[in-house]
């Protein structure tokens, strides 16, 4: 019990501690300790980790494939591409040592590894990476409903930045946003008043005001600017984007401080099963 | 009119498979028939191409490489812009990694770049040092001593043989930093425990939906700009004045995402018909 | 008595200490007393209130959801490993979700991508299941370990929803750009979906995709609403004092800034909270 339980909380105790309060310490051993030694010791603890890993993931594929459970086709796929991946990271390098040596095969043209990267690996990273394009037109098709007043801020912003981040957004003119904004207003009006010769007149005028200015000025693209889709799309990102981000870090900033303290001070022990 | 709602509604509860057929004709069409939009550097880009075109010829330049193939539309024409602005004002390139893979897009680009167009000679022109494994400890560790961490480089060369090397020691005899990044460890971590701490000045070139998390460190001053996804490198492409393959991936996203925007106006039509149909019933 | 010996120690000359960051010691050490205070007024017995949220109400009705239906419950932990505070906070809630899934008898899948949160995440099972008084229901293997590759992991995650048909998938963890395929592949297989993450940039993904969201400090905060435990509870209410402080020192700071820049009255108080 004393092992399982009051050794586990020591170590994570003091640990703890000294990472935390060694960044105020100026002493080059623990400024070395902090900095490289204990965060190496974990990646050397995950490395050998890695090896319980991968002997689950093989232990489990084999025996899909012995006991023929549904899809143990595809565990022999995976059961081949680990071998193969062993193979030629530590046996098989393809080349000479002229051309490359152990260590550097794994990035050098020509070996296997390299080849197992371009035209296996890479593809297939690529491809799942691309479902997001499917995926975010899909979700966005479902879940940007004007349900609510948060709802269609979300609605209108997405679409603004959506727009006016892509060059297609330079060149929709901002006098063509004023005339939507014109008829968004219209339609508005209409729900309220219900009477079709108010929304007709306040749509008249609208148009006609915006044809006037336009008129007047020239019909510049990017003017004005506070119609713009770059502009606003800028003006988006820098200011409450960023504001709500920086609120966002600060909460989670400080929901990380309290775990991470709770786990030194040996109140939260849930990494023993307490 | 009931007929017209009608469709809309049909269109409101659509298969998302035929989303993603017309996304696909919408991606893939742009791609090879291009349209050729014109970009628009935004104040962010440009200050990127800014700080690094004010750098004194022969600066030492360390460009990290963090992102996978995954991410390669976006990272690897930013990696690769960079690069070709940082030979033409003839710096000093010095390649590290904080991810594996980005050992593999380091490589590629150096080969097409350095090799292939600049001519560029390794050990002193450019060097690769690597990939280390470790994260934001092998930024602490470059910042405290990068000799300790790369004794050799991703050859095996010992690193005091190479001539560049002769005058690196730790982060603060680099003049520049350049992150091409996607996720962690990469910017944040560059910011946090290299570039801020020491005054180096740095800038980063980012994921779209990373953007979001680095601009309070553009806004802050703590980074030199940002160049945002696919869209940034686009930009930056048109300010070093030669095109790749994020300019011509513009056309596509731009007209995905309009077509996206189309979807969920018609989606909120139907939604709208639908609200009104089940309040009248 | 800190504070005694503290000061004993700067009197005499403060060696080996970074006085740059003396602000940051007093702010961690009084920002840690607010939390030990009152985590231990919840132990003697105080109440707090925490505001009800939806997402941890919907955990057991996903649970029973998933046992009506006779099909297993998906759990995903991140794709982190365990030195990310948010791949803890996820094994901890797992823990809470093992022991509703002992107690119902519903089968618990968890895929993971690191070695070491598939032990801590075994560790974590057992003893909800053993605490529950089912350890015969416990299986190793329902813990097991896929890929440390990012999207080769989300293919492994997908392929288990599509082939199992989980009727709930939770989400709980550190996710990077694979967050939107596992909730709109969750989607289409008609499960409801529970996320939590402090990950900035996926937040918004698992709010469209999801049914319900835990978003940024709601998920940490998960494991004191789950188990109900007054130091938790206490810890919580800590936190939100904290940020009360936070608050006040920001708006403090601002008209401080202001007033100097603008009349040079006062003092640069930027100087005191840069962190070197």
Known sequence: MFWKRQVPIFIVALIGSITLFGWFIDQPDVKE???????????????????????????????????????????????????????????????????????????????????????????????????????????????????????????????IIMVGRVPIGGVISSWFIMYLIVLGLGIYVNSIKKDTKVTFVFVAVGVSLVTIGGIISGWPVDQPGIFYLPSIQEWIYYYPNVAGARAIMIGIGLGIFATSIRYILGIERSYIGE | ???????????????????????????????????GLPIRATDTSKSVYDAVEALPRGSKVLLSIEYSPSTKPENHPMAISMMRH?????????????????????????????????????????????????????????????????????RQTKVDDIPMMDEITNFKDFD?????????????????????????????????????????YVQSGQMVGVLAGMPGAAEYESLIGQKGSATSGMDAQSVAHLVIVLFIVLGNISYFIDRKRSRKY | MVIFAFAIYWLLGHPYFVTDRIVMLF???????????????????????????????????????STEMGR??????????????????????????????????????????????????????????TVEGRPDMFNEDMVHYLTDDQFAYAAGVNGIMVREKPAACMYMGKFYAESLILAETGNSIGAIQIAGTASQAQIPFFVTACDYTLIGEEFFAASAYLSQKPELIGGVKGQDMIKLAVIAVMVISTILMVLYESTGFGFNISEYLTIR
């Open chain 1, 33 to 159: 300790f902090i900095g490289d030694d204990a965060t190496q010791w974990f990646d050397v603890l995950a490395s050998f980790a890695i090896i319980l890993g991968a002997l689950n993931l093989i232990k489990l594929q084999i025996q899909k494939v012995l006991y023929q459970k549904p899809g143990w086709q595809y565990s022999v796929i995976a059961v081949l591409g680990f071998i193969f991946a062993i193979v030629a990271g530590f046996f098989v390098k393809g080349v000479d040592d002229s051309v490359a040596q152990w260590g550097a095969h794994v990035t050098s043209d020509g070996t296997l590894f390299k080849w197992m990267f371009d035209y296996v690996f890479s593809p297939m990273s690529a491809t799942m990476f691309s479902l997001l394009a499917f995926f975010v037109a899909s979700a966005s098709y479902r879940a940007f409903r004007i349900r609510n007043f948060e709802a269609t801020l979300l609605l209108v912003s997405g679409i």
């Open chain 2, 1 to 35: 009119m009931t007929n017209i709602e009608n469709i809309f509604l049909k269109i409101g509860s659509i298969d998302r498979r035929w989303i993603f057929i017309i996304i696909a004709l919408v991606v893939v069409v742009p791609l090879l028939v291009p349209i």
């Open chain 2, 86 to 154: 940082l030979f033409r004002n003839n710096h000093k390139v010095y390649v590290t990694c904080l991810w594996p893979d980005g050992q593999f897009m380091a490589q590629d680009a150096l080969n097409q770049v350095a090799v292939g167009e600049f001519d560029k000679k390794y050990g002193e022109d450019y060097v690769l040092l690597g990939y280390r494994p470790g994260g934001e400890a092998v930024v602490k560790g470059i910042v405290s001593n990068i000799r300790k961490l790369f004794s050799v480089d991703a």
């Open chain 2, 176 to 216: 520049f930093l350049f992150s091409a990044s996607a996720g962690y460890p990469g910017t944040i971590e560059w910011v946090q425990y290299a570039a801020d701490p020491t005054g180096v000045p740095m800038s980063s070139g980012v994921t779209s939906i990373q953007v979001n998390e680095v601009m309070p």
């Open chain 3, 27 to 65: 702010s961690i050490l009084s920002l840690s007393a607010t939390l030990i205070y009152y985590t231990r007024a919840a132990e003697r017995g105080e109440e707090f209130y925490l505001r009800p949220i939806p997402a941890l109400k919907a955990v057991e009705e996903a649970v029973g959801r």
């Open chain 3, 72 to 129: 297993p419950i998906l759990y995903v932990p991140g794709i982190q490993d365990m030195d990310q505070v948010e791949t803890v906070a996820g094994v901890v809630v797992l823990g809470h979700v093992a022991k509703m899934t002992a107690r119902y008898e519903t089968s618990l899948n968890v895929p993971v991508s690191r070695s070491i949160v598939m032990k801590a995440a075994r560790e974590s099972c057992r003893d909800a299941y």
